[in-house]
């Protein structure tokens, strides 16, 4: 099982996505980290899942560009 530090470590971009684009999070909870198993958002205020809009109410503590996206750079 991976450590809190190295599920960090994968999902290591820094800062905010451009707003708008899907990508894959990291929550955590009193129970650890988790990924969400639907893309994300972040939309200037917060994040949204990119399927229903919803607001994403988990404690976001990363993110990475999914991985047919490549390593984009904006």
């Known amino acids: ?3 809190r530090a190295q599920r960090l470590a994968e ?6 996505p451009p707003s708008g684009v899907p990508v ?3 929550c955590e909870d009193k ?4 990924q969400l198993p639907f893309p994300c958002r972040w939309i200037g205020s917060g ?3 990119c399927e229903s809009g919803d607001p994403v109410e988990a404690h976001v ?5 999914p991985a ?3 390593n984009r750079q904006h």
């Not at 999902?11 to 905010?16: D, I, K, R, S, V």
């Not at 129970?31 to 988790?34: E, F, L, P, V």
């Not at 503590?61 to 560009?65: A, H, K, L, M």
């Open 1 to 3: 099982m991976a450590t």
């Open 11 to 16: 999902f290591g971009e820094h800062g905010t």
């Open 24 to 26: 894959q999070v990291l």
């Open 31 to 34: 129970s650890g980290t988790y």
């Open 47 to 49: 994040w949204e899942n």
């Open 61 to 65: 503590v990363g993110w990475r560009w």
């Open 68 to 70: 047919d996206a490549g």
